[in-house]
């Protein structure tokens, strides 16, 4: 009797743990193309959801720190200033990350996000389980270097095709230690699709140059006749 009850907990528990995996399986894909996947995109909540690591708690030799900015943000009243005081010259030796993130395996994923750079400088865009074996979700590519050209807000984007299916356990950062420069980040957004599909977006991706051109042509022409 004690070894069928034995069977029977641990059978339990397995069914337990399989309809634990597949509900946790099922919550990919809930949300809406181009709906945020992070918190805090744009910084009102001060600190909220976003992390520095750097020599301080990880024994690199950088050392950063970051600063909520309302001096001249980009979106809303506040942006995110990364203020560099020691660079390693290894870009991963820091990181201005949120992490809980998700993904869905097949599926394309966009960051875009707004940045400006006391002088130009390189940040590099990461998505990486926050836990050992720590592994890199580009399938194998080097992780992609965006170079920040200046003091003037520009917006920055990167898009990628999802390897696994992942619940709230990567983050998404830019990595930093390659450079001493301070910078500054402002309406940073990680969604599925590319990115036209963001929802948060205060006005559409510039369309393409000639047809642009066209559209503002017939204007002009029906203004006039």
């Avoid at 990628?160 to 001493?180: C, G, H, P």
């Amino acid at each position: 009797m004690t070894k069928s009850i034995a069977i029977s907990v641990c059978l339990l528990a397995l069914f337990i743990s399989f309809s634990a995996s597949a509900e946790t399986l099922q919550e990919l894909g809930k949300w809406k193309k181009g709906e945020l996947l992070i918190e805090n995109y744009s910084f009102e909540e001060d600190l909220a959801a976003w992390e520095l690591e750097d020599g301080a708690c990880c024994n690199r030799g950088g050392l950063y720190t970051m600063e909520i900015d309302k001096k001249n943000p980009q979106h809303g009243k506040k942006s995110l200033k990364i203020v560099g005081h020691k660079a390693t010259g290894t870009a991963w030796h820091a990181k201005v990350k949120q992490r809980s993130v998700s993904m869905e395996k097949g599926e394309t994923y966009s960051v875009v996000f707004w940045a400006r750079a006391e002088k130009p400088r390189v940040v590099r865009v990461n998505f990486q389980t926050q836990h050992d074996p720590w592994t890199n979700h580009l399938n194998g590519q080097p992780n992609p270097d965006i170079m920040l050209t200046g003091p003037e807000w520009e917006e920055y984007d990167y898009t990628f095709t999802a390897t696994a299916d992942v619940v709230r356990d990567m983050w998404v950062s830019l990595s930093i230690a390659q450079s001493d420069t301070d910078f500054w980040i402002d309406n940073f957004r990680y969604f599925e699709g590319d990115p036209e599909d963001d929802l948060n977006r205060d006005t559409p991706f510039p369309v393409d140059a000639t047809e642009k051109l066209a559209t503002q042509w017939g204007e002009i022409k029906s203004d006039r006749f």
